[in-house]
C-alpha cells in the first residue's frame, strides 16, 4: 500500500517565525489533503491540493506530484497555529495519513 | 450549520459492553467513513460507505459493524468492548465524482474510553 512519511515529527518556534512541513509519499495519487489538528483534537481541512499551489492567509502548500512530495508552509506563525499537521494521500479510494507533524508555537 | 456530526463526543463503558456511535453528514455527499486515531494520534481508515453500500472494510475486527440506513447517515456499533478500542473515533464525508475523489470532512471525533 502507499506509504506517507511526514518531517519533521516535531518542531517547536517562537511567534513570528516561518516554518515548512514535508510529506512525501510512495505511489501516484488522486487526492491530497493537509490538516491541521488542534490541542482539542478537531480535524480542520487545510487544503486538497493533489497537485499545484494554493494560498489560504498564512499557509501555503504545494504538491509536486511527479516527484511525490507536498509542502506546507506557515508564516508569521501564531500560538494558535499550534497542534499536530498530517497529510493524507488517497489511493484506492481511501485516505492513508502520514504520523504527522507536532508544531509548538512559543509565545 | 454542522457539515457532519458525531454522538456521543465522550463515551466511557466498561469492558464487555456493547456501544453504538452515530454520524451524520448535511453536505448530501455520496461517499461516507469511519477512522480510528489511536493514542500515538496514528489516523487510519475503518471502513468507508458509497450510498449505503460498503466499499472498504479495513480488516477490522467483526465486534465493528458499521451501517447506513441511507446516506446521509453511518453507524457505527461495537459489540463486546475490550480495552484496545479505547481511541477516538472519527466520521467523514466527501462527494466523489467518478474516479476523482472529493476533499474529505470530518467531524469532531467521539472519544471512546473502555474501561
Known amino acids: 500500500g502507499i506509504q506517507v512519511e511526514q518531517s519533521p515529527p516535531d518542531l517547536i518556534l517562537q511567534e513570528g517565525a516561518n516554518s515548512t512541513l514535508r510529506c512525501n509519499f510512495s505511489?501516484?495519487?488522486?487526492?491530497l489533503q493537509w490538516f491541521h489538528q488542534n490541542p482539542w483534537g478537531q480535524l480542520i481541512n487545510l487544503f486538497y491540493?493533489?497537485?499545484g499551489t494554493k494560498q489560504n492567509g498564512r499557509l501555503s502548500a504545494t504538491t509536486v506530484a511527479t516527484e511525490r512530495y507536498s509542502l506546507l508552509y506557515i508564516s508569521s506563525s501564531q500560538t494558535t497555529d499550534s497542534g499536530v499537521y498530517f497529510c493524507?494521500?488517497?489511493?484506492?479510494?481511501?485516505?492513508?495519513f502520514g504520523q504527522g507533524t507536532r508544531l509548538t508555537i512559543n509565545p | 450549520d454542522t457539515a457532519v456530526s458525531q454522538t456521543p463526543k465522550y463515551l466511557v463503558t466498561q469492558m464487555g459492553n456493547d456501544k453504538s456511535i452515530k454520524c451524520e453528514q448535511n453536505?448530501?455527499?455520496?461517499?461516507m467513513y469511519w477512522y480510528k486515531q489511536d493514542s500515538k494520534k496514528f489516523l487510519k481508515i475503518m471502513f468507508s460507505?458509497?450510498?449505503?453500500?460498503?466499499?472498504i472494510n479495513e480488516t477490522v475486527p467483526n465486534r465493528f459493524s458499521p451501517k447506513s440506513p441511507d446516506k446521509a447517515h453511518l453507524n457505527l456499533h461495537i459489540n463486546s468492548l475490550e480495552l484496545g478500542d479505547s481511541a477516538v473515533y472519527f466520521c467523514?464525508?466527501?462527494?466523489?465524482?467518478?474516479?476523482?475523489?472529493?476533499?474529505?470532512?470530518f467531524g469532531p471525533g467521539t472519544r471512546l474510553l473502555v474501561l
Open positions: 467523514a464525508s466527501s462527494q466523489d465524482f467518478g474516479l476523482r475523489p472529493g476533499t474529505q470532512y
Open positions: 505511489d501516484s495519487v488522486n487526492n
Open positions: 491540493i493533489p497537485s
Open positions: 493524507a494521500v488517497e489511493g484506492a479510494q481511501k485516505l492513508v
Open positions: 453536505l448530501g455527499h455520496d461517499t
Open positions: 460507505y458509497n450510498n449505503k453500500e460498503l466499499i
